[in-house]
């Protein structure tokens, strides 16, 4: 969480020429991805309310917008390095560390523990953090549902995985587990 932390750099201090533009305007998909969910997905509606409302939320912040283990590597030095940078752009300074707690709760984590002991973590308003939340599960439910690419094979059950792990993670969140 540390690496995410070093990523979120307030968008005054980044470089001139990065252009970069908030994450919900590349994909809009993160306030979208409900509308292609079946129906009778449990909380669907609620979700998708939560998920149509990032847009209010502050975009100040470069993030990776994909960070997860398989796309951090550690260095001979010590150094905890991001790779692939398929989509940075503008977020909130604590997305990048919610996304890694979702893989974590995923692998059985109690992300909730570490949400509270985190210090750029423990003072978001928890209604935020279930916006970004809502906003990953129906990316990746609607994401899950394209066609498998020859060149990644497992890449739609990443998606699927993420996103249960994102869904269970809110839903335990909302009650709705």
Do not use: K
Request: charged content about 25%; hydrophobic content about 45%.
């Amino acid at each position: 969480l540390d690496l995410a932390d070093e990523i979120a750099l307030p968008a005054d201090r980044m470089p001139a020429e990065l252009e970069v533009t908030p994450l919900v305007e590349d994909l809009p998909e993160l306030v979208a991805g409900w509308e292609v969910v079946d129906a009778d997905w449990p909380h669907r509606d609620e979700a998708a309310a939560l998920a149509a409302s990032l847009a209010s939320l502050s975009a100040d912040h470069l993030v990776h917008a994909d960070l997860r283990d398989d796309n951090i590597l550690l260095a001979a030095d010590g150094r905890t390095l991001a790779c692939d940078w398929n989509w940075p752009a503008l977020g909130t300074p604590w997305q990048d560390s919610v996304d890694l707690l979702i893989s974590a709760h995923g692998d059985g984590v109690d992300a909730e523990a570490v949400l509270r002991g985190r210090e750029r973590l423990a003072t978001v308003e928890p209604d935020h953090v279930d916006r970004w939340l809502s906003g990953v599960t129906g990316f990746m439910l609607a994401a899950s549902q394209r066609p498998v690419p020859p060149t990644s094979p497992y890449l739609r059950i990443h998606n699927r995985w993420t996103a249960e792990a994102a869904w269970s993670w809110l839903a335990q969140r909302r009650g709705w587990a």
